[in-house]
């Protein structure tokens, strides 16, 4: 299951169903489609009904904003106002990509996209089937990420159907999502701009182009994204695990049949503990980590146990998703 990032077959552009699913935005319908970060489930982002039945289909509280997707820069100020010069220059940087950039909202944008806020969440992704959809379909989409409030975000359309099923009006196939992870969410409407979600774009990349620091509020923003503490859930629970040599005595039947993500081979004699040796490469880590805990999942094991990953910077988004992955009990 696991791909390497490099080897990953460009997907064949389907135009039939592109346009298919551009007529199904404008009919107010859903439809996933794949982004380099995770699939996405969009809807005309000026279409409050259609937005609603994002809420609906993946059982999210109203109050978590969505991100709306655009194809060029020149649509951000159809949503953002007030468009500091910093952000333009982050998104002349950065986009397509994964980064998403929080700017204060134009009057006309849905309460609904904000989970009622003054600020707005736009970002270009960077996959050719989104570049299509988004170009077909003339608009901006808002989507979120095409999983059930609470689980993990799908990284394959397999994995939407698997999530979301008829819930879906259609899904794109556009292979296995390269970064693997949500994107960076950078809030741009403060005085100082503010990572709420790290991702694969890291704060050193964003202070080196900015030329200044940026702060994180991890800590202390309720309504920052992911502070949920189910998001990004395996069913399985997920322990984090210090030192191998320390946790492996400690185990008990209840642990077992374990699985346990390492990042190198370790020598051990016991049939009930899987071993999956994880890239020691963050990009490639991340890749991996939500098709590695969606396939793991279901397949019987008491618990996954993960091996902290190291405490400098280019890990903090894998650390803070595994952090998430850990606080759902059961
Ligand atoms: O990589 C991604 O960002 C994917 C792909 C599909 O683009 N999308 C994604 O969406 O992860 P979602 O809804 O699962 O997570 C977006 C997060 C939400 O947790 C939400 O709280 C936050 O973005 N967000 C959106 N607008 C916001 C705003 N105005 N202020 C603060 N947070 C915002
Ligand atoms: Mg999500």
Redesign the pocket.
């Known amino acids: 299951m696991l791909t390497k990032r490099t080897q990953m077959a460009m997907p064949t552009i389907d135009t039939t169903h592109i346009q298919e699913a551009a007529a199904l935005l404008k009919a107010g319908k859903l439809v996933a489609f794949p982004?380099e970060?995770?699939?996405?489930l969009g809807a005309d982002a000026r279409n409050p009904q259609a937005i609603a039945n994002i809420f609906l289909a993946k059982q999210r509280p109203y109050t978590?904003?969505?991100?709306v997707?655009i194809a060029q820069p020149n649509q951000l100020t159809d949503w953002a106002r007030d468009v500091p010069a910093a952000a333009l220059t982050l998104a002349k940087a950065f986009w397509p990509g994964?980064l998403?950039l929080?700017l204060k909202k134009q009057p006309h944008v849905s309460d609904l996209l904000?989970?009622n806020?003054d600020?707005?969440?736009l970002?270009i992704?960077k996959h050719p089937v989104a570049t299509a959809l988004l170009q077909a379909f003339g608009g901006a989409i808002a989507?979120?990420?095409?999983n059930r409030f609470t689980h993990l975000?799908p990284t394959s359309a397999d994995a939407v159907r698997d999530e979301l099923g008829d819930k879906v009006d259609l899904i794109l196939e556009g292979g296995y999502c390269e970064v693997g992870i949500?994107?960076t969410?950078l809030?741009m409407s403060r005085d100082q701009p503010t990572i709420?979600?790290p991702?694969m774009i890291s704060a050193a990349q964003i202070e080196a182009v900015l030329k200044k620091a940026v702060s994180s509020a991890l800590q202390n923003a309720p309504?920052?994204?992911?502070m949920h503490h189910l998001h990004y859930a395996p069913d399985t629970q997920v322990v984090l695990v210090d030192s191998v040599a320390t946790f492996l005595p400690t185990l008990t039947n209840d642990d077992l049949p374990l699985a346990f993500l390492v990042r190198k081979h370790v020598e051990f004699q016991g049939s009930e503990v899987n071993w999956i040796v994880m890239s020691d490469e963050p990009s490639q880590y991340a890749h991996d980590l939500y098709l590695t805990l969606r396939q793991l999942d279901g397949q019987g094991f008491k618990k996954i146990a993960v091996l902290c990953v190291p405490d400098s910077r280019e890990w903090d988004a894998i650390r803070d998703r595994l952090g998430k992955a850990q606080s759902k009990e059961g």
Do not use: F, K, M, N
């Open positions: 982004t970060t995770v699939y996405g978590h904003p969505l991100i997707h994964p998403t929080i904000t989970g806020q600020t707005i969440g970002r992704p989507a979120p990420s095409a975000s949500e994107s969410i809030d709420l979600r991702g309504r920052a994204p992911g």
